[in-house]
């Protein structure tokens, strides 16, 4: 019975394969890419509520859906660049120039900071708070979750710049984590780019 | 095959014996026993509030408890039921046990990520279960649909809302170890299409799971922020809109059913061949189907909310997408009855759960179609008809299927074999108390009586009592049950390696495995269902790819 399911003939490398039992690939980076699909989906809800909101439940009289334009625009061309930074940091570390790559890393937090930055002026400046109507409460909302995801990466990005030091567990020849954070990053980006259309343009 | 036990893989530090069921231990095996043994213990306090309220039903009158705590026991239960007994039962225990098996590999994708999940469910479940005691449960409903869950006591629903995303979470990590250990952990040499079918089942499971519990997450946030900070998402005194709750809340809720009950048909698609001594029929329909309804499943979820001022176009969409998922749901069903077709059946106790739960999930499926039709629909919502419908879907479904797989896997467990005898009389006795407990909610709810109210007309009276009777015999059915589970493991009939003769990957190593699962290299199983067909057929059917309608029913 067993010889009719099984197969015990294996080539060499299988057989290596199968000796070195937590030596399968590296899947971390593909873990992490489904869990950001899953954080994706949390922010399709609140888009998808935010769109809904708009389109069917008017706003009190006196309140408009219109928000000063300059202070998001530079911001979002902040998170632009620093994307940009990042990947610069991550194509030093594969050719092993840790000294550039953390320079790239701390301008990329800094940046991080700068766009937190902004969106606390902008929070401080707004004529409307939480509570005072459907599309402010929305607004704080939205912006308040992704300034989290800003705020964690921006952490997450200060670690990766402490394990890059000298005798720190990101190398050239493991760059997991650096790459994590980059990911990370640019999934950060990527949603502030849609809800920089949906909140601010349209 | 016996196999020894592999002391040399063993890490020393880590807890040895019955110690590590109570460990953040990383060995798959270990964690989905921790997970089927704490579902059950969810599964034990969720009865006892069904229990709660049965009595209350008996009469007409609220008498047995207050209606307060009518409202708390009726959202624990369902609570309990859903996210602490059977998603996590019918996904994180045996998919983490039997997954790694199936594959081919030493463990699941991400160990360590696997027992963070597992480690959320206790203290979510103790929050859920304390808040009854400490602050008042919350009253809403499983559904804590706005404006009732932002008016009802606060303090309750909030606790309520950081259980469920515990649970979501825990969830959402499970999902993600799935879907990695089955597209990216297989064994060398096994195709994604000779896998056992509960892979298949568990990888569409943890798609929809991936992709529909952050909005749930998203959505409780924004009620938690309309009850602490007074927003207002969803209350329509401060503009808000409660039906964007609705559909966001169903957006999770109805694909949440497909991860309750793809699983178990996983599950079962597991046990039939192996008790009917067949090949599963029809394994590339089956994958199909199953791929089917995850997609449908995204997009059905508007069929809770015919009542809710939905505007025409989306009732007949969503009335039209709902009957559509009948069709790969009736394919499964009948690959499963051509798999029983002729076979060499061995009814025990697996089996005749196994059977018991084609019954009952196809009166549940066809009341499911029914209740897909707006007219129909309109005229039974929010009535006890729905709760017969749901709980043939649940219970007569997946809840039979997971004891199914207790009596199946026992084996594979603890090495020794469940009493025969106390397995046919727990199923007796459930399935006469199960159909005697919610079969009459149909007429009821046809008739109209409301559910989630605590009195009712007295016309409905015995048809109500008869449902109680129902249910103190499934509260009896569990003591054989219980019973036979804690007794066989101590005095059970040694089972061997393999007592069911099996052909899939599980069954190929000792019982209980050893630690890395088999001792060398793990075996390649090309044909988990190749009952029946001698070797020289496998292996030119393996060569030729033409045997779909053949023995070994598959391409």
């Given at each position: 019975m067993t010889s009719l399911a099984t197969s015990s003939s294996a080539t060499a490398a299988e057989a290596t394969a199968a000796e070195d039992h937590g030596g399968h690939a590296d899947l971390r980076l593909f873990g992490l890419a489904t869990f950001l699909v899953a954080d994706g989906m949390t922010f399709a809800g609140f888009f998808a509520a935010y769109l809904t909101f708009r389109?069917?439940?008017?706003?009190?009289?006196?309140?408009?859906?219109?928000?000063?334009?300059?202070?998001?625009?530079?911001?979002?061309?902040?998170?632009?660049?620093?994307?940009?930074?990042?990947?610069?940091?991550?194509?030093?570390?594969?050719?092993?120039?840790?000294?550039?790559?953390?320079?790239?890393?701390?301008?990329?937090?800094?940046?991080?900071?700068?766009?937190?930055?902004?969106?606390?002026v902008e929070y401080f400046t707004l004529p409307f708070g939480l509570t005072d109507n459907l599309f402010a409460s929305t607004f704080y909302a939205l912006t308040g979750f992704h300034g989290l995801h800003v705020t964690l990466g921006v952490i997450c990005i200060l670690l990766v710049w402490v394990q890059t030091r000298n005798g720190g567990r990101v190398t050239s020849a493991d760059p997991f984590g650096l790459e994590a954070a980059e990911l990370y990053w640019h999934f950060v980006d990527g949603i502030w780019v849609v809800l920089y259309g949906i909140l601010y343009l349209l | 095959m016996t196999v020894a036990s592999p002391n040399d893989f063993q890490e020393s530090l880590q807890p040895q014996g019955w110690l590590r069921y109570f460990s953040f231990s990383l060995d798959h095996k270990v964690i989905g026993l921790q997970y089927l043994?704490?579902?059950?213990?969810?599964?034990?306090?969720?009865?006892?509030?069904?229990?709660?309220?049965?009595?209350?039903?008996?009469?007409?009158?609220?008498?047995?408890?207050?209606?307060?705590?009518?409202?708390?026991?009726?959202?624990?239960?369902?609570?309990?039921?859903i996210f602490l007994w059977i998603v996590p039962v019918v996904n994180g225990a045996f998919g983490n046990y039997l997954i790694p098996f199936y594959v081919g590999a030493r463990d699941m994708a991400f160990p360590r990520l696997n027992a963070v999940a597992f480690w959320m469910i206790p203290p979510a479940g103790i929050l859920l279960i304390g808040s009854y005691f400490i602050t008042g449960a919350a009253q809403s409903g499983w559904t804590a649909y706005p404006p009732l869950s932002i008016t009802t006591p606060a303090l309750g629903q909030v606790v309520w809302i950081v259980s469920v995303l515990l649970l979501g979470g825990s969830s959402i990590f499970g999902g993600i170890n799935f879907i990695a250990t089955v597209?990216?952990?297989?064994?060398?040499?096994?195709?994604?299409?000779?896998?056992?079918?509960?892979?298949?089942?568990?990888?569409?499971?943890?798609?929809?799971?991936?992709?529909?519990?952050p909005v749930l997450a998203g959505t409780l946030l924004l009620l938690s922020f309309d009850i602490v900070a007074h927003t207002g998402f969803f209350n329509p005194a401060l503009g808000g809109n409660v039906v964007v709750y609705q559909h966001l809340?169903?957006?999770?809720?109805?694909?949440?059913?497909?991860?309750?009950?793809?699983?178990?048909?996983?599950?079962?698609?597991?046990?039939?061949?192996?008790?009917?001594?067949?090949?599963?029929?029809?394994?590339t329909t089956m994958v199909y189907s199953i791929l089917a309804i995850v997609v449908l499943g995204l997009v059905v979820w508007a069929h809770h909310m015919f009542t809710s001022g939905t505007p025409p176009w989306m009732r007949l969409f969503f009335t039209i997408a709902t009957s559509f998922i009948a069709v790969p749901t009736g394919i499964k069903f009948f690959n499963w009855l051509a798999t029983l077709w002729g076979g060499k059946l061995a009814l025990n106790s697996a089996m005749l759960f196994s059977c018991a739960f084609i019954v009952n999930f196809v009166f549940g499926g066809i009341t499911g179609v029914a209740l897909a039709q707006v007219p129909f629909d309109i005229h039974v919502h929010d009535t006890y008809f729905v709760v017969g419908h749901f709980h043939y879907i649940v219970y007569g479904g997946t809840v039979f299927v997971i004891f199914a797989s207790v009596y199946h896997w026992y084996p594979k467990f603890t090495g020794r074999m469940l009493n025969e005898d106390l397995g046919r009389l727990h199923f007796l006795l459930t399935f006469i108390g199960f159909n005697l407990c919610f079969a009459p909610q149909h007429w009821l709810g046809l008739n109209g009586m409301p559910r989630r109210v605590a009195e009712?007309?007295?016309?409905?009276?015995?048809?109500?009592?008869?449902?109680?009777?129902?249910?103190?015999?499934?509260?009896?059915?569990?003591?054989?049950?219980?019973?036979?589970?804690?007794?066989?493991?101590?005095?059970?009939?040694?089972?061997?390696?393999?007592?069911?003769n099996a052909l899939t990957p599980e069954w190929l190593t000792s019982s209980p495995p050893p630690v890395e699962n088999w001792v060398g290299e793990a075996p390649l199983v090309q044909h988990p269902y190749g009952y029946g067909v001698d070797e020289d057929t496998l292996s030119v059917q393996a060569a030729t790819g033409r045997d779909l309608w053949s023995g070994a029913g598959r391409r």
């Open positions: 389109a069917v439940n008017p706003l009190p009289a006196g309140s408009t859906y219109e928000l000063e334009l300059l202070l998001p625009s530079i911001n979002t061309m902040l998170l632009l660049v620093s994307s940009y930074t990042f990947h610069r940091s991550g194509r030093n570390l594969l050719l092993g120039r840790m000294g550039p790559c953390r320079n790239w890393l701390l301008l990329t937090a800094a940046l991080g900071a700068a766009f937190l930055a902004g969106q606390m | 043994v704490t579902g059950f213990l969810f599964y034990f306090i969720g009865g006892a509030l069904a229990g709660v309220i049965r009595a209350e039903l008996a009469s007409p009158i609220s008498d047995f408890v207050s209606r307060e705590t009518y409202n708390e026991v009726l959202t624990l239960h369902g609570t309990v039921m597209l990216k952990l297989r064994r060398p040499g096994l195709k994604l299409m000779q896998l056992p079918m509960y892979c298949w089942a568990m990888l569409g499971t943890s798609i929809l799971v991936v992709l529909s519990t809340f169903w957006f999770y809720s109805h694909p949440a059913v497909y991860i309750m009950v793809l699983p178990a048909f996983g599950l079962v698609s597991e046990i039939l061949p192996i008790h009917a001594r067949k090949p599963l029929f029809g394994y009712y007309d007295p016309s409905f009276t015995t048809l109500n009592q008869i449902s109680s009777v129902g249910a103190l015999l499934m509260a009896v059915s569990s003591l054989p049950f219980l019973y036979n589970v804690i007794v066989s493991a101590f005095r059970g009939q040694v089972a061997g390696d393999n007592p069911w």
